[in-house]
């Protein structure tokens, strides 16, 4: 059974269909990249999953259970993280307390804020800094491991290597790569795709809030996914 099913679903902006009747499964354990122009659909659909967004339509199914009306902070309890787009962090709070607040009581498992500075050595010596004093790959590195403090089973990562310098972009992949080799099943949204096709397992590009293309990122030529990003057939 898949960990999550996207069915036929519709997002609205007001009068705008930001994402147009899109399918998809994820099964457990795999990490699915999601590319496409600026303006795609890319960052709605996942907010839709975290449930930020409500759906016109469609429906999203997440370990066999239908989420439709599910607010967000309760499908966090069940399992699925989103590290959003900018980060959002809490500027006048610490490493430490930005951390502690994506906790959720209801799930139990390894991660702590020891792990989280194990998984990412370089806020180790930031533990008690204010976020807002932090470099932006350190945020991006406490952006991501708020998001692991809640357990999830299904992290959704959107532009973590935004704003980035290429070093860190590396470094923040390194970490990802930990957490794919241990299981965790990630939904990304990636503008880089050489970098989208190589940590992934499965990949989709949008066009107009709809998939133009899905396959897998080992097979699928790179040619065939650019001609998806700009519409050409
Ligand atoms: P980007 O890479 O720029 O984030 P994206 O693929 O993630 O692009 P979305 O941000 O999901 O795309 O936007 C899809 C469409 O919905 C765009 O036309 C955008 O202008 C519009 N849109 C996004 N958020 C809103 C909003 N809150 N209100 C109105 N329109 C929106």
Redesign the pocket.
Known sequence: MSLLSVEDLVVR??L?Q?VRGVSFDVARGETLALV??????????LRAIAGAHQAASGRVTFDGADLSGVPSHERVRKGIALVP?GRRLFVQMTVEENLLLGRSADRAGDWSVERVLETFPNLKPRRHARAGHLSGGEQQATAIGRALMSNPDLLLLD?VSLGLSPLIVDRVYASLQELISSGTTIIL?E?DLNRALSVSNKVIC?LE?RIALAGDSMTVSRDEVTKAYFGLH
Do not use: I
Request: hydrophobic share 35%; glycine share 24%.
């Open positions: 902006h007001g705008l930001a496409g122009a600026n303006g795609a659909g890319k960052t709605t659909l787009e532009e949204v503008q949008m809030g």
